[in-house]
């Protein structure tokens, strides 16, 4: 008998669409299900998420979307689930409604077939072919392309009806700008106004817009810094309140420089209605104001004229959105601050990520704070906040660059830490593992093809040993797989011989923050392609340098480091150093 082929049902409503995931999913899941009889398939697990169609695959998945919905369908994942199963051979194929379903970005959608594909997992869309053929192929990139069509329309078109909106004065949406509070007028579309709908405008919140005007006042009239102000307005809270942002639980109950700076440099404060201020896909960037979109007339009471607000963007530099940078008076000397030493190269050995650096009343640390990262980028159990002294830090690194790199007994240490804790011995040890697992599938394999032949060609029994058979060559061919990319890597790493012999082209001699100032250490941790991640659950701090040639000059041996691209050569040979810094 036949065995029904395994199919996952795979499911998503867009967070673009005013689409209802409790209504949609199970269309979409009791569509999948009438047309599975005519290829004699069952679905055997559930999938499905909400979230935007035009997002990477490496976005996808995180499960937000779903929040506050009661979706009545058991959920075995998003689509990083799918994926997982379809690498252990836990169904045959994937069913969707409609190849857009998927995903709107053509790179998702092949993507994915190529992976599900390795693994011999078809995806099928109900509105196409079961049986793969040219027409089917050329149906797929067809509607695949429609669907990236789609996308392209709908960002085209929203863009251009925010813009209209903009220049007709309505409010783009949000919370009520600072200094303002929101107000309903009956809404222009007489029939949304029939319906009762009313339009949002800003007035003059009688509490906080004397707050924003006196600020404009000090800062352009008065010629007061953004420092004076903000001790100014923290000296009494109760009559200057400051602004509470949208997640209440960032609120810190006080004014900041920051928190000034984008009142100075708000132009909403003029009575205009702006859009496109900011990048929102690029960290929330300032755009170019050349950018901006301004209404045609005034929107709303202004708190501010135009041309004191332009005064206060010309003291301030308003290409420069750091407000810790702003000057203190116009035309004033800005305080030129020395870069932290160690600034981009430390991540947190916890999540990945960068850490950023902080000053804070003369010391300096680096910091990888949560509420500062998206949540889908971070592990379970992150701390709130991970810090690192600088002082530390750079104490033991100059010890390692000085000790390892530079030192006069170099060579005798990283031939001991090589050959302590060299790469080689974790190639060393996964290509033991996969060999161990080549050996025991076969081993299966054999046992399975034994049995087959005590068993008659027709025997009821012999099609499912038949099938064990192929799933365990399937496994086979993938383990091998990976077994000889691991060899070619191992192959392919330099000895320690090789990694000592760059090492002595280097000169001798020691790393002197004083001698040498922090933009120098840091040129030179550059060309080292130096690399440190904390890891605060042992209190270590991890150190890597790259070698490549092209560091020093042969025929020099006092030559200083050159200055070439962290990157290198990538067809010479390179060594990674590694040491523990401090615990």
Wanted: glycine share 8%; proline share 7%.
């Amino acid at each position: 008998m036949t065995q029904p082929i395994r199919f996952a049902f795979y499911g998503r409503v867009s967070t673009e669409d005013n689409q209802d995931p409790t209504l949609s999913l199970p269309r979409q899941l009791a569509s999948c299900k009438e047309a599975l009889p005519r290829v004699g398939g069952e679905i055997v697990a559930h999938f499905y998420d909400v979230e935007s169609g035009a997002s990477k695959l490496a976005q996808r998945g995180s499960g937000r979307g779903l929040e506050g919905f009661d979706i009545p369908i058991p959920r075995d994942g998003g689509l990083p689930e799918l994926l997982e199963v379809s690498e252990g051979n836990g169904i045959d194929a994937v069913v969707c409604e409609s190849i857009n379903r998927i995903s709107r970005n053509p790179a998702v959608t092949f993507q994915l077939e190529e992976e599900l594909g390795e693994h011999d997992t078809r995806l099928w869309a109900i509105d196409e072919p079961w049986e793969e053929s040219f027409g089917s192929i050329i149906l797929r990139h067809v509607n695949v392309g429609v669907a990236r069509g789609y996308l392209h329309e709908l960002k085209v078109k929203s863009r251009q009806g925010l813009e209209a909106a903009c220049r007709q004065g309505r409010h783009m949406g949000g919370i009520s700008l600072y200094g303002y509070r929101f107000k309903e007028v009956e809404h222009p579309n007489p029939h949304r106004a029939k319906q009762g709908r009313a339009m949002l405008v800003l007035e003059p919140d009688p509490t906080c817009a004397p707050v924003v005007r006196a600020i404009f006042d000090w800062y352009v009239a008065r010629g007061w810094s953004i420092r004076e102000i903000v001790e100014k307005l923290n000296a009494d809270l109760v009559r200057y309140p400051p602004p509470v942002p949208p997640d209440p639980k960032r609120a810190s109950g006080e004014w900041s420089r920051s928190t000034v700076w984008d009142v100075l440099h708000n132009p909403k404060y003029t009575g205009y209605q702006v859009w496109n201020r900011r990048a929102r896909s690029k960290g929330n960037s300032l755009n170019p104001p050349e950018t901006w979109v301004w209404s045609e007339s005034p929107a709303h009471e202004p708190l501010v004229s135009k041309e004191v607000f332009e005064k206060a963007a010309l003291k301030g530099g308003v290409s420069n959105h750091n407000a810790g940078r702003e000057g203190d008076g116009e035309g004033a000397q800005r305080e030129v601050r020395p870069a932290l030493m160690l600034r981009s190269f430390i991540t947190c050995a916890i999540c990945g990520l960068r850490m950023q650096g902080h000053r804070n009343r003369g010391s300096h640390y680096y910091a990888c704070e949560a509420h500062r990262r998206k949540a889908k980028l971070l592990p379970s159990g992150h701390p709130k906040t991970v810090y690192l002294n600088e002082t530390k830090a750079i104490e033991k690194v100059l010890e390692f660059l000085n000790t390892f790199v530079f030192g006069e007994d170099r060579r005798e240490r990283v031939t001991e830490l090589l050959d302590s804790e060299g790469p080689r011995d974790g190639f060393g040890e996964e290509i033991e593992r996969l060999a161990s697992e080549l050996a025991d599938l076969e081993a299966k394999i054999r046992r399975q093809l034994e049995h087959l032949d005590q068993e008659e060609a027709s025997s009821p029994a012999a099609a499912p040993i038949r099938d064990r058979v192929r799933e365990l060559s399937a496994q086979h061919e993938k383990k091998a797989k990976q077994l000889k990319a691991e060899e070619e890597k191992l192959s392919s790493l330099p000895s320690p011989e090789s990694a000592v012999a760059l090492l002595e082209r280097l000169p001798v001699m020691e790393v002197h923050v004083e001698r040498m100032g922090v933009e120098g250490v840091r040129d030179l941790l550059r060309v080292l392609n130096f690399q440190g991640a904390y890891d605060p659950r042992e209190n270590v701090l991890n150190v890597a340098v790259q070698l490549i040639p092209e560091l020093t000059l042969p025929e020099d041996p006092f030559t200083r480091v050159l200055s070439v691209p962290p990157t290198g050569n990538r067809k010479q040979p390179r060594r990674t150093l590694e040491a523990v810094a401090f615990g």
